[in-house]
């Protein structure tokens, strides 16, 4: 396949790039003008998450898939937009459509295991995100083979958001987590989650939700100390309060790492074989890329 990438830049789009190309795809990156390459990909077209007369000019007929893996961009109805235009073209083509979005559009789940059928309810930070996913999932009655994945937390290569446990257990000299080292965070690789979309570009019907979560729910308090010890600091976490943290962080990027979470992925492995190998979070942040 001819796979038109946006965000192959990114920390998920490079994993994916590279994943893509390894299962012999070819990877076309939409990128901002000016920027002269992407790593892996066969080829770069100029375009605008912000532009969607240039979303559409990219999604020629030789493209044979589109996966959105950008960052939002926190306005609605210019990521509506955004959506608008790049499965214009694709309608009546069978052609597939992948979409990002991330569990924190389940909110806090309690004692429960969230699962792909669960009912939404975000957070601020992904208040209308849901939204996009119906947007999304709606083009599958316009001929689409459209899909949404959800990634819990990202962890990798150094990189996502248990790099900043590190850089903070490094500024502080003490592991550091935001209101409560009680809650628990989805968490996946990010090249099992490339992986994760390889398959649902090769095998995933139209008007399908799909899990990328390895670990259901893994205590921040523990993620929290194995940064510590990437960071070459030991003890308990320090609790950062949360209206300190907002202070900082903002409220509603720090009402997102106080979130309490487990979500599953049991129909995602079932269906699609996904099956993740590499380390979990905790190793990975004890003795793996963050170390």
């Known amino acids: 396949m001819r796979v038109l990438v946006i965000g192959a830049g ?10 893509l190309v390894e299962a012999g ?3 076309v990156a939409l990128v901002r003008p000016g920027r002269t390459s992407v790593a892996g990909a066969a080829e ?4 605008d998450l912000a532009d969607p007369a240039s979303l559409t000019a990219a999604v020629t007929p030789d493209i044979d898939a589109v996966v959105h893996a950008a960052t939002p ?10 959506i608008e235009a790049l499965t214009a073209p694709l309608r009546d083509g069978g052609r597939a459509f992948v979409y990002t979005s991330g569990v924190w559009v389940l909110g806090a789940t309690g004692a429960e295991t969230a699962g792909e059928d669960a009912a939404t309810d975000p957070i601020p930070i992904v208040g209308y995100r849901p939204e996009i996913e119906r947007q ?17 937390i990202v962890h990798g290569r150094g990189g996502g958001i248990p790099a900043m446990l590190v850089q903070w257990a490094g500024e502080d000299g003490a592991p550091r987590v935001v209101a409560d080292p009680d809650a ?15 398959a649902v570009l090769t095998d995933a019907s139209a008007g399908t939700v799909w899990h990328g979560v390895a670990e259901s729910a893994v205590p921040v308090r523990d993620l929290a100390v194995a940064a510590g010890r990437a960071a070459g600091v030991d003890g308990e976490p320090r609790v950062w309060p949360l209206e300190q943290a907002a202070e900082q962080l903002g409220e509603p990027f720090a009402v997102a790492l106080a979130l309490d979470q487990s979500v599953g992925a049991e129909a995602t492995r079932d269906r699609l074989g996904w099956s993740p190998k590499r380390p979990g ?11």
């Open 10 to 19: 990114g920390y998920v789009g490079s994993a994916l790039t590279g994943r």
């Open 281 to 291: 979070g905790v190793a990975d942040l004890r003795e793996g890329s963050y170390s």
């Open 184 to 198: 628990r965070w989805p968490m996946v690789d990010v090249d099992d989650l490339a992986d994760l979309y390889v």
């Open 136 to 152: 999304v999932l709606a083009t599958a009655g316009d001929g689409v083979r459209a899909a949404v994945i959800r990634p819990g």
């Open 44 to 47: 770069l077209r100029e375009g």
């Open 73 to 82: 961009s926190g306005d609605a109805a210019l990521d509506k937009a955004a």
């Open 25 to 27: 795809h070819e990877v």
